[in-house]
């Protein structure tokens, strides 16, 4: 077999054990630790149980880019770890925003499940006119008087499913309507479940996809930001994490690198774009999520709406993957943007557009422990 044979066949093997594939416990600094850990907390602070549970929540590039200030003894103030941002291919922080609103959600969830209300106040010292700032992006306060969330038993395994997707196998409409159900007014919820509905649908989404990775400062931010490798993932226990059997050999050997996947022409780019060609082949239904209006407190309630459609789609059996190339505000995207807010949007704003259907289960994604997100006063 020749070198550039066996590479190939190779990294089709680690990109797809970086999307979910074999995953090798890590012992020093478990990258998947908060998993195990959000169910078993014994922690006396119903604030840090819950905490445990919300770094677990769906986000852009698995930035994690949530700060916590606790603040007396029921309240926390939830910020933008402004570092955290993907300024190229998320230029307004749209995308980082929605990742926050899935966590509060997912934070509220975790204290209703312990019977306790948590109170989500979205932006109290005001919503930033662009970009996020130093300000809070949300009081979160708990209180009696939580009821639990069917949704919620669904949180240890929900996923975002990058992978091929069964095309014999239909969405069935009662799961459609479960889905609906959990996205509240005034969002709305859009499906589209043919084969003829959702072609012209996959094929922007592909379009716009195949756009940034042409587009080398928005695909050079996702390769920066690549942690590669079982150290570099436990060091680094974010981004995109690409690890599993096999991987540590070819990293120690140099042909696994941020250089091999960074343009067309390198080894790992064109197995990147196949595929992701067999994923996007591979959708039986497309799903998104619209906001009435645009800007931070839009986007913020988008996230706890996507986690909630996330959660539904777990529960129904379903698996979910995030496709937001085409929603993505950055100039090489204004093409496929106005196609797809025409299609979609209804007059407002199209915030999160995903694939549905069906595929085996999918391992969790790296997460930095909740205590390394609590920062002082
Ligand atoms: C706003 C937002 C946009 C996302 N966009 C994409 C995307 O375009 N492609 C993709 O594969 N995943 C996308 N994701 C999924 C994240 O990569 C995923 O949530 C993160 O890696 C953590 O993995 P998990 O959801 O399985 O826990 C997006 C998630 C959010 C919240």
Redesign the pocket.
């Known amino acids: 077999m020749t070198t550039r044979r066996r590479f190939l066949l190779t990294t089709a093997g680690v990109l797809l054990a970086g999307?979910?594939g074999l995953i090798r416990a890590v012992a020093a600094g478990d990258p998947l630790g908060p998993w195990t850990a959000a169910p078993t907390a014994l922690d006396p602070d119903p604030r840090l149980r819950a905490l445990g549970w919300a770094v677990?929540?769906?986000?852009?590039?698995?930035r994690q880019p949530w700060l916590v200030r606790l603040s007396g003894t029921d309240s926390l103030l939830l910020f933008c770890d402004l570092d955290r941002r993907l300024p190229v291919t998320d230029p307004l922080d749209r995308?980082?925003t929605?990742?926050l609103g899935?966590f509060a959600e997912l934070f509220r969830m975790a204290a209703a499940a312990e019977g306790l209300a948590a109170r989500i106040e979205p932006f109290p010292d005001g919503v930033p006119a662009q970009r996020l700032d130093a300000r809070p992006v949300a009081r979160i306060t708990l209180g009696p008087g939580g009821v639990a969330d069917p949704l919620f038993v669904a949180a240890p395994t929900?996923?975002?499913?990058?992978r091929p997707f069964d095309t014999a196998r239909p969405v069935p409409a009662g799961a459609l309507a479960a889905l609906a159900a959990a996205v509240p007014a005034p969002l709305r919820f859009g499906a589209a479940t043919t084969p003829e509905t959702v072609a012209p649908l996959r094929d922007l989404a592909w379009a716009a996809w195949q756009t940034e990775a042409m587009t080398p400062e928005a695909h050079g931010e996702s390769v920066a930001l690549m942690r590669l490798g079982a150290a570099a993932v436990a060091a680094q226990p974010d981004g995109?994490s690409v690890w599993g059997p096999g991987i540590e050999e070819m990293v120690a050997r140099g042909e696994l690198t941020r250089d091999a996947m960074a343009a067309p022409g390198r080894p790992g780019f064109q197995v990147m774009l196949d595929r992701y060609r067999a994923i996007f082949d591979a959708t039986p239904a497309m799903v998104w999520i619209t906001s009435p209006g645009s800007g931070h407190a839009a986007a913020f309630a988008a996230?706890q709406a996507?986690l909630r459609l996330?959660l539904a789609a777990t529960a129904a059996g379903l698996s979910l993957?995030?496709?937001?190339?085409a929603l993505q505000e950055y100039p090489a995207m204004a093409p496929h943007y106005a196609a797809a807010q025409a299609r979609l949007g209804e007059g407002g704003t199209v915030q999160?557009l995903g694939r549905l259907g069906t595929a085996p289960p999918?391992p969790?994604?790296p997460r930095w422990p909740a205590a390394t997100r609590i920062v002082g006063a």
């Open positions: 999307s979910g677990l929540a769906p986000n852009p590039h698995n995308q980082i929605i990742g899935a929900r996923r975002s499913a990058k995109i996230g996507w996330n993957h995030p496709i937001s190339q999160m999918v969790p994604t």
